[in-house]
């Protein structure tokens, strides 16, 4: 079994982003700048979005941390986004979901720029990802492609499942390993709330791309020896034999499932760091795009 390692992986891709912006640097260019908007206090989003911004300090960019309340109204999310959109200096942006519920997620998602979309879930990139045609890939999936490619893992002509329909991970994880090309060229079972007899499919898989957002949900008699194990999961569990009285779980359960796999994600530092470097992989595209 290998482990595919997201936190040495994702440090690479970081290291590579920040030699790419020291150069920009050098040559007196601008460097990428993305702006984050968080609406609302919810912990892990909170978490997330702190990341992403601590990230981009890290290569060098420049961010900008929008703080928006819970009670924040559609129309002034709405009016926000427009000052980014116009705002010269912004590279990119991200609206972190969840939403408040009076908010609509797909109109705001259609009032982002999609030249500024770094997230890639604006339905002109969302459509433009589904035709190969170059655009954003959503941060998540992009990240797993990058994982699985630079471990050299075999996609085409295997059976991948995908375990979970999400706009932001399953659904183009599916569109994504299917596309012509490395990594991709995979046929592709997409499986949600609906699906029966889930265990049949997923001992089929030559590859499982779990998205479900449950804890130990995929266990070791669900998949078929030397299977490739993704875990997007990234639930918190409470634990209050930990300093911050929790501990994140992912959908898989590791210590059964990796006896069987031959390559497999740990939780953490297997995709969740993946989803932020290629976040910044994004930025920096935007910026690029932006200066041709
Ligand atoms: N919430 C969970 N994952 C993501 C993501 O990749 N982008 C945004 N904007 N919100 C998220």
Redesign the pocket.
């Known amino acids: 079994m290998q482990l595919l390692d997201g936190k040495k992986v994702s440090d690479d891709i970081k290291n590579e982003i920040a030699a790419e912006v020291a150069q920009m640097k050098a040559r007196g260019e601008k460097v990428p700048h993305l702006a ?1 908007v968080i609406v609302g206090n919810d912990g892990a ?1 909170l978490t ?1 979005v702190g990341s992403k911004v601590k990230a981009c300090e890290k290569v060098g960019f420049e961010s900008t941390l929008v703080k928006m309340p819970s009670t924040t109204s559609e129309v002034e999310l709405l009016k926000k986004i427009k000052q980014l959109n116009e705002d010269d200096n912004i590279d990119g942006f ?5 939403l408040p519920p009076q908010i609509d997620t797909q109109k705001v998602i259609m009032a982002i720029d999609p030249t500024k979309d770094v ?1 890639g ?1 604006h339905p002109e990139n969302f459509g433009k990802m589904a035709l190969d045609m170059s655009t954003f890939i ?3 999936p992009f990240g797993i492609l990058e994982l699985l490619e630079r471990y050299g893992v075999e996609t085409q002509g295997k059976h991948t499942v995908v375990i979970g329909r999400s706009h ?2 399953g659904r183009p994880m599916s569109i994504l390993m299917g596309r012509k090309g490395f990594p991709g060229n995979s046929t592709v079972t997409l499986t949600h709330s609906y699906t029966k007899n889930i265990a049949q499919i997923t001992t089929q898989a030559d590859i499982v791309i779990s998205a479900l957002g449950v804890p130990n949900y995929l266990k070791a008699e669900m998949v078929k020896d030397d299977a490739v194990i993704v875990d997007v999961g990234i639930t918190r569990v409470n634990d209050e034999t930990t300093e911050k009285g929790y501990r994140i779980r992912g959908d898989v359960d590791f210590e059964n499932v990796s006896k069987k796999a031959s390559f497999i994600t740990p939780v953490p530092g297997g995709v969740g760091p993946m ?1 932020i470097a290629m ?1 910044l992989k994004n930025t920096l595209l935007a910026r690029e795009r932006r200066r041709d």
Do not use: K
């Open positions: 984050a989003s997330y991200i609206v972190q979901l969840p997230d879930f959503p941060a998540t932001i991970v989803t976040l």
